[in-house]
Structures are given as C-alpha cells and as structure tokens.
C-alpha cells in the first residue's frame, strides 16, 4: 500500500507540474500566435463547455476500462492537445485542441483521488485519507508554484511557446510511466457500460431540471454565479493587463503572488471571518461589493492593477469557500440530493461561463480589456442587487 501512495503522491505532483508549466500563458500564447480575443474566448468556451459535458460520464468510463487506461487516456490527450495548440495558427485546429484538452481534463478530474481512496479501503490500510490528502495539498501547489514561476518567468519570457511543449513531453513521460510501473493499478477486464453512460446523463439532465424547479435554490443558484461572472475577465486575461501596467515582463513573479493571495484567502477566512459567525449571505454579499469596487479602480486607474489584482484574487478565494458552504449548510436540505444539486450548480456556472467567454473575448476585441471589464462588473453587479432582492423577499415569505 505504501508503494501505491507513493506513486499516487507521485504522479497527481508530476500532472500539476505539467499544468502549471503552461496554464498562466495561455491567453499570451494565443495573443503571440496572432489570434483575436473574439477567437481566444471561443476557445475557452469550448474548453468549458467539453469539460462540463466529459465530466459526467468519466467515473463510468473508468469503471469500464480501469484508471490505468484512463489515465493514460487523459495524458495522452492533453499532450497532443498541448502540442498542437502551441504551435497552429489554425481556428479550426485551435478549437479541437480545446476539446481534446477539455476531455483530457475530464477523465483525469477526481480519478486518481477515487482510485487511493478505495485501494486504502479495500486493504483495510491504517491510513488517514484526510491525512494523506492534507499531504497532497503541500506538496503539489508547492512544485506547482515553482513549475508556473520557471514556465512562464524563464522559458516562455521570450517564446510563450516552450512551456507548452515541455509540459507536452512531460504528460508523455507520465504516459509512459503510468504504463511500465508494476504493482500499482490493478488490471480490470473492459466492460461495455455505455447504456449506462446514457441513462447518467438522463439522470442529470432531470436533476438539473427538478433542482431548478425550486425557485428559491435556483434564484440563489443563479447569484451565486456572479462572482464566478465577475472573474471570466481578469482571471483570463490578467497577463496582458500586468504587462501594459507594469511595462516590463513579470508573469512568472506574479504567480507566486497569486499563490501566495489564495493562500492568505483561505487562512484569513478560517482564523478570522467564520470565527465572527457572521450571516454567510450577508459576508458574502459585503465580499463581493469590496470586489466590485475593486475591478472598478482597477478598470479605471491601470497602474494600480499590480496591487489590487491580487486583493481581488484573495476576495474571489474567500467567496468561493463562502459560496459552496452556504450551498452544502443551508441550501441543500435532503441530504440524498446533495450530489446532484451541488453537480448542478457547477453546470450552470460552466454553462454561463461557456456562453459568456465568447462575449468576453469580442468586447475586448471591440472596446479593450479593461473598459469589458468594466461593463461585465457593472452588469454583474446590478444582476446581483436585483437577485438578491428577489432572495430577501422569497426568504420573508417563507419565514
């Protein structure tokens, strides 16, 4: 067993490696390679939308072919998908890169946790998961830190390009390794499980449906995606706006800062924020109005963006956590709907994410980045006022 933990530590740390090599150059990558903003928002759309719809069928698909094949599956995707974008100029290609990397990203989410979970089960091992998780949680963003500031700081300061290709190579050689180590995944006969896969999605589509016929759960569904709609601007495109405020290339120094930021946002609500026992919704709704303010100096004022971006990051991280929270504590009152009520709210996110990267990418084309930003934070934060009337009264109502 302490063999299959190792290669678990081992691999999940390898794929965040190769993650964050390249993740933070994307939006560069595709400005350096000559597309519009229009074409690179269709291509996170694309990404979004494949992810969501991948996502549902992957714990089938592994049970049909085993995590090794998966695995291997999703490595192998990932790194044509990686090499292909790195190098075309291409819209069409482009967008089937999207895709490959969108499957990729689907049959890996999750796989490897689910996999040590009930190998630890199954052996009766006396291992904490929690604890074996909490290991995960230093170890990888710590190489991952380190893979983002090299990747984007050294190798691709001149050639955005390169950390694209190694992290490529380096999905390969976790291929290959995934494929020769003895010992770890335990060899599963295939199995045909596709009506399955049909009657999951059947499943899902009449989940979605049913939560969303509670109108209080889906007005709140609905608020609870703004701050997601706030971030579509500057959690893309932060790369160019840094270089047009700062006027020198410091993507790779920048990373650590957000790392550093997301941290701080997760101590600073567990040591402080929830110790004040506070109504969630209303810390919530004073979060996101800090938030607003912020993108509005920001889209305002550009050479302040270096500091307040990453005030924005540490708010965006503490609304996230508030956000989910509130969703499993006080949304959720049967406890038997709680995967597929909080399965929904994500598809709804991704779905208005999918559809609205694209706008995204033409107004910045059409008017700049910082002036869409600016209307995305305006919209949003009407949209939010607006809904969280709604919620106040549905609340009183039910009183």
Same mark, same amino acid.
């Given at each position: 067993?302490?063999?299959?933990?190792?290669?678990?530590?081992?691999?999940?740390?390898?794929?965040?490696?190769?993650?964050?090599?390249?993740?933070?150059?994307?939006?560069?990558?595709?400005?350096?390679?000559?597309?519009?903003?229009?074409?690179?928002?269709?291509?996170?759309?694309?990404?979004?939308?494949?992810?969501?719809?991948?996502?549902?069928?992957?714990?089938?698909?592994?049970?049909?072919?085993?995590?090794?094949?998966?695995?291997?599956?999703?490595?192998?995707?990932?790194?044509?998908?990686?090499?292909?974008?790195?190098?075309?100029?291409?819209?069409?290609?482009?967008?089937?890169?999207?895709?490959?990397?969108?499957?990729?990203?689907?049959?890996?989410?999750?796989?490897?946790?689910?996999?040590?979970?009930?190998?630890?089960?199954?052996?009766?091992?006396?291992?904490?998961?929690?604890?074996?998780?909490?290991?995960?949680?230093?170890?990888?963003?710590?190489?991952?830190?380190?893979?983002?500031?090299?990747?984007?700081?050294?190798?691709?300061?001149?050639?955005?390009?390169?950390?694209?290709?190694?992290?490529?190579?380096?999905?390969?050689?976790?291929?290959?390794?995934?494929?020769?180590?003895?010992?770890?995944?335990?060899?599963?006969?295939?199995?045909?499980?596709?009506?399955?896969?049909?009657?999951?999605?059947?499943?899902?589509?009449?989940?979605?449906?049913?939560?969303?016929?509670?109108?209080?759960?889906?007005?709140?569904?609905?608020?609870?995606?703004?701050?997601?709609?706030?971030?579509?601007?500057?959690?893309?495109?932060?790369?160019? &706006?840094? /270089?047009?405020?700062?006027?020198? %290339? =410091?993507?790779?120094?920048? *990373?650590?800062?957000?790392? #550093?930021? $997301?941290? +701080?946002?997760?101590?600073?609500?567990?040591?402080?924020?929830?110790?004040?026992?506070?109504?969630?919704?209303?810390?919530?709704?004073?979060?996101?109005?800090?938030?607003?303010?912020?993108?509005?100096?920001?889209?305002?004022?550009?050479?302040?963006?270096?500091?307040?971006?990453?005030?924005?990051?540490?708010?965006?991280? &503490?609304? /996230?956590?508030?956000?989910?929270? %509130? =969703?499993?504590?006080?949304? *959720?009152?049967?406890?038997? #709907?709680? $995967?597929? +009520?909080?399965?929904?709210?994500?598809?709804?996110?991704?779905?208005?994410?999918?559809?609205?990267?694209?706008?995204?990418?033409?107004?910045?084309?059409?008017?700049?980045?910082?002036?869409?930003?600016?209307?995305?934070?305006?919209?949003?934060?009407?949209?939010?006022?607006?809904?969280?009337?709604?919620?106040?009264?549905?609340?009183?109502?039910?009183?």
């Amino acid at each position: 067993m302490n063999w299959k933990i190792k290669n678990f530590y081992l691999i999940m740390t390898v794929e965040t490696i190769a993650e964050q090599m390249f993740v933070s150059l994307t939006y560069l990558l595709l400005i350096y390679l000559g597309y519009s903003m229009t074409e690179i928002g269709l291509l996170l759309a694309t990404f979004t939308a494949t992810t969501m719809v991948a996502e549902i069928p992957s714990g089938i698909l592994v049970d049909s072919i085993g995590e090794k094949r998966v695995m291997s599956l999703s490595f192998l995707l990932r790194a044509i998908g990686l090499f292909f974008m790195a190098g075309t100029r291409n819209i069409v290609v482009l967008i089937l890169t999207a895709v490959l990397t969108g499957l990729a990203v689907s049959l890996s989410s999750g796989t490897l946790q689910s996999w040590i979970v009930n190998e630890i089960k199954e052996a009766n091992a006396p291992y904490d998961i929690a604890q074996v998780f909490s290991n995960l949680k230093i170890i990888g963003p710590f190489f991952g830190l380190l893979s983002g500031f090299v990747g984007a700081q050294f190798l691709g300061k001149d050639n955005p390009a390169i950390p694209f290709y190694v992290a490529s190579a380096i999905l390969i050689g976790l291929l290959v390794y995934v494929q020769l180590v003895p010992n770890v995944f335990k060899p599963r006969p295939r199995q045909n499980h596709w009506g399955q896969i049909k009657q999951v999605y059947r499943e899902t589509v009449v989940n979605l449906i049913e939560a969303l016929k509670d109108s209080r759960i889906l007005l709140y569904f609905i608020m609870f995606s703004i701050p997601a709609v706030l971030d579509l601007g500057p959690s893309n495109q932060w790369q160019v &706006i840094l /270089g047009d405020a700062v006027q020198e %290339y =410091i993507v790779g120094y920048y *990373i650590i800062g957000i790392g #550093l930021a $997301t941290i +701080l946002s997760n101590l600073f609500l567990s040591k402080v924020l929830l110790k004040k026992k506070m109504d969630m919704v209303a810390l919530i709704d004073r979060v996101l109005l800090l938030d607003v303010v912020t993108l509005l100096v920001i889209s305002f004022y550009l050479p302040v963006f270096p500091y307040l971006f990453l005030f924005h990051v540490f708010l965006v991280g &503490i609304n /996230g956590t508030l956000i989910i929270t %509130y =969703i499993h504590e006080k949304l *959720i009152k049967q406890d038997h #709907l709680r $995967t597929s +009520l909080v399965s929904s709210f994500y598809s709804l996110q991704a779905l208005a994410s999918s559809l609205l990267l694209t706008v995204n990418g033409y107004l910045s084309d059409l008017i700049g980045i910082s002036k869409t930003w600016l209307a995305f934070t305006l919209i949003s934060i009407l949209v939010f006022l607006a809904l969280r009337g709604l919620t106040a009264r549905k609340e009183e109502s039910q009183a």
